[in-house]
């Protein structure tokens, strides 16, 4: 269940499954009873609940959720947004069913009680909250009161996953058929809780007609493209990869990526490295290659080696207006490019030049900027909230593949496909590890993983090695314990055989 919806696209798959058949009142009535569940999983029977429920079908869920509980030994009350005659079809035979007071939503709805069923918007959201809502919510949230969402916490939007004024923060979101975007996307994760999709009787069927883009990131995604060792094989099948780097003053950077590049498994690595940098990567590299180059002209005429495949520049790279040229100099090459860092901003005047080389070359390109770096090359995107559509639009404007970092970060195509990582702690936020990131995604690329693939497994890849290091991380540490990772991998795809 990795595709993410929208809310049109969540919309859309229980049209089909209506017009496939599944009546509208039953995929109603499961998806209340699947809330009450999760509301039984939790807290003890003869708890005082109190049900919050909407005008629309997210109402109607609250509705079903409500009599399950009662059944079920709860002391339930359920207020209404709304008046009961004004409902829709659905939620006003679910309403019909609940043969107990309806009581109208207000602050009085809360006395006495200990749980809170969020019944109020979903996925329809489609303005602020205010008004009485907006004072339940200040109200839940002073009380401390756990609530369990249905859908989406009321507040966030289900497909960018922002909040709309203010939201509540669930203990838990029970959603239906398929996550959405606003899930994963933060700031809305960190208001949804412990999320679980669950079967309210929509066909996996539908999906071939919806066509989801986006999909969360994890193995199963893109562990069958991953590149197999071969028995057979030796290090020139695996590939070169070359890493550009800095000024003399700044050529760690360059290295924490050429090791990750090398130990994620590519063949060669080499360090690019100007005459003034050379001893410095020298003295400190030793199963990383160093090889130096006079200027731009000097650093295309050594990317002219057909045996290399993947190119990294930006680490480390400075501010001097050289490295423009330097990045011209690596997307001229035929080798798939990796720019990152000052690769990026060096464009932040002339970001149009980028694009048009980006645009031009055969080989593909990957940018991967942290939020800072991507609004200097993409100031036009800073006003649109979602960041799962700054990184498409941006992809599609530029050419490459854009990894857009961050807990949550998003890895975009220029032709729509993305992915959202979810698997980063706090404490991968460290000096380094985005120079980490950049040597793992050259790294796969230089074994002929795909673009977008090679850079949905490194994202998840850098992920994973924080979580199995721990808090404490330093850079270094990241590539100390990828082969532990790649092992766990192993087991999952067989990657080493």
Not at 90 to 119: C, F, H, N, T
Request: one cysteine or more.
């Amino acid at each position: 269940m990795l595709e993410l919806l929208t809310s049109e696209e969540m919309a859309r798959a229980e049209q089909l499954a209506a017009e496939a058949g599944t009546s509208t009142l039953t995929m109603m009535e499961n998806a209340g009873r699947a809330v009450a569940e999760e509301v039984v999983r939790r807290y003890p029977r003869g708890s005082r609940v109190t049900v919050l429920c909407g005008p629309g079908n997210n109402g109607g869920d609250g509705f079903v959720c409500a009599r399950y509980l009662r059944e079920r030994g709860y002391q339930v009350r359920l207020a209404l947004l709304g008046k009961q005659e004004e409902l829709h079809r659905d939620p006003k035979e679910m309403a019909r069913r609940w043969d107990e007071a309806i009581e109208p939503l207000s602050l009085q709805s809360l006395e006495g009680a200990q749980i809170i069923v969020d019944a109020i918007f979903g996925t329809g959201l489609r303005d602020d909250i205010g008004g009485a809502v907006a004072q339940i919510i200040e109200e839940v949230t002073a009380r401390k009161l756990p609530v369990v969402s249905v859908d989406v916490p009321t507040g966030i939007d289900a497909t960018r996953g922002n909040v709309r004024g203010l939201a509540f923060k669930a203990a838990a979101t029970i959603t239906f058929f398929r996550r959405k975007t606003g899930h994963v996307l933060l700031p809305g994760r960190l208001y949804c809780g412990d999320v679980r999709a669950v079967e309210i009787g929509i066909p996996a069927t539908v999906l071939a007609d919806i066509a989801p883009r986006t999909f969360a990131n994890d193995p199963d995604f893109w562990l069958r493209y991953y590149p197999k060792l071969r028995l057979e094989g030796h290090k020139y099948d695996r590939g070169h990869a070359i890493v550009v780097s800095g000024p003399m003053e700044s050529t760690g950077a360059a290295r924490l990526a050429a090791r990750a590049a090398l130990r994620s498994g590519a063949g060669l690595v080499s360090v690019a490295t100007s005459k003034a940098a050379f001893y410095i990567n020298a003295a400190q590299l030793t199963a990383i290659m160093v090889a130096p180059f006079d200027g731009a002209a000097g650093l295309s005429d050594y990317l002219s080696d057909p045996r290399i495949r993947a190119t990294l520049i930006g680490p480390g790279a400075g501010r001097d207006p050289e490295v423009k040229d330097l990045v011209l100099s690596v997307l001229a090459s035929d080798a798939v490019a990796v720019l990152d860092a000052e690769g990026i901003t060096a464009f932040e005047d002339a970001p149009a030049e980028l694009f048009d080389q980006i645009r031009a070359r055969p080989a593909p390109t990957i940018m991967t900027p942290h939020e800072g770096e991507f609004l200097k090359v993409f100031p036009e995107l800073e006003n649109e909230v979602s960041k799962l559509e700054r990184a498409r639009r941006a992809a599609e404007l530029s050419g490459a593949v854009i990894i857009l970092k961050g807990a949550d970060t998003v890895v975009a195509a220029p032709d729509g496909l993305a992915a959202i990582s979810e698997n980063a702690p706090p404490w991968l936020a460290t000096a380094g590890s985005g120079d980490v990131l950049a040597g793992l995604v050259t790294g796969l690329l230089a074994q002929g993983m795909a673009a977008f693939d090679a850079a949905s497994a490194a994202v998840w890849i850098h992920g994973e090695l924080a979580t199995t290091y721990g808090p404490g991380l330093i850079a270094e540490d990241l590539t100390e314990v990828l082969p532990a990772v790649l092992q766990r991998l192993d087991k999952r795809g067989k990657i080493f055989s």
